[in-house]
T-cell receptor, first 116, second 113 residues
């Protein structure tokens, strides 16, 4: 399967713990995005990378959140000192910044986070 | 955060019927995308639109980029049970130089046999 993959698919944690999610994009894609989706809503943008450079961060991304893409391939999203309000589906997407398919973002299956 | 307005919010139709849904914004968009999401899964890209007035089909699905650049429409013809899911529009607003997507609130489709 050459699609976007995310691990773990589900994570249950206690409030105050740190969690880390991983995203592996489609292999030739140079852009990688993180979104968050709460129940009954559409995904909301968090941050994105072009290769290893983090180009934009949403104001939704508090200082407890950090994302990295160290070698321009996979990415990690870490949440420190989790709060119940962090419970959501965390989605990763990737795209190829090319003229003909400028903004076709392909999503992974998501990581469902539950903070108790 | 900002979300696009989608309507209807939900639809209950009989198998074989055609479906129409739309997405509107107060701002001009450069790109419109339509996704389908099943429970517990990520959104799956259905159709991408890049020019005002563009009409694009993907099997039984047809989508249009509104001429005002503030709306988009998705039609599904001859619905089948596997069309069940939540349909999201998404777009890249003209006021934003990045390619992050703004998503709609979703249209939940139920198809009865």
């Amino acid at each position: 399967d050459t699609g976007v993959s995310q691990n773990p698919r589900h994570k249950i944690t206690k409030r105050g713990q740190n969690v880390t999610f991983r995203c592996d994009p489609i292999s030739e894609h140079n852009r990688l995005y993180w979104y968050r989706q709460t129940l009954g809503q559409g995904p909301e943008f968090l941050t994105y990378f072009q290769n290893e450079a983090q180009l934009e961060k949403s104001r939704l991304l508090s200082d407890r959140f950090s994302a990295e893409r160290p070698k321009g391939s996979f990415s990690t999203l870490e949440i420190q000192r989790t709060e119940q309000g962090d419970s959501a589906m965390y989605l990763c997407a990737s795209s190829l910044a090319a003229r003909s398919s400028y903004n076709e973002q392909f999503f992974g299956p998501g990581t469902r986070l539950t903070v108790l | 955060g900002q979300q696009l307005n989608q309507s209807p919010q939900s639809m209950f139709i009989q198998e074989g019927e055609d479906v129409s849904m739309n997405c509107t914004s107060s701002s001009i968009f450069n790109t419109w995308l339509w996704y389908k999401q099943d429970p517990g899964e990520g959104p799956v890209l259905l159709i991408a639109l890049y020019k005002a007035g563009e009409l694009t089909s993907n099997g039984r699905l047809t989508a249009q980029f509104g001429i005002t650049r503030k709306d988009s429409f998705l039609n599904i013809s001859a619905s089948i049970p596997s069309d069940v899911g939540i349909y999201f529009c998404a777009g890249q607003p003209d006021y934003d130089n990045t390619d992050k997507l703004i998503f709609g609130t979703g249209t939940r489709l139920q198809v009865f046999p």
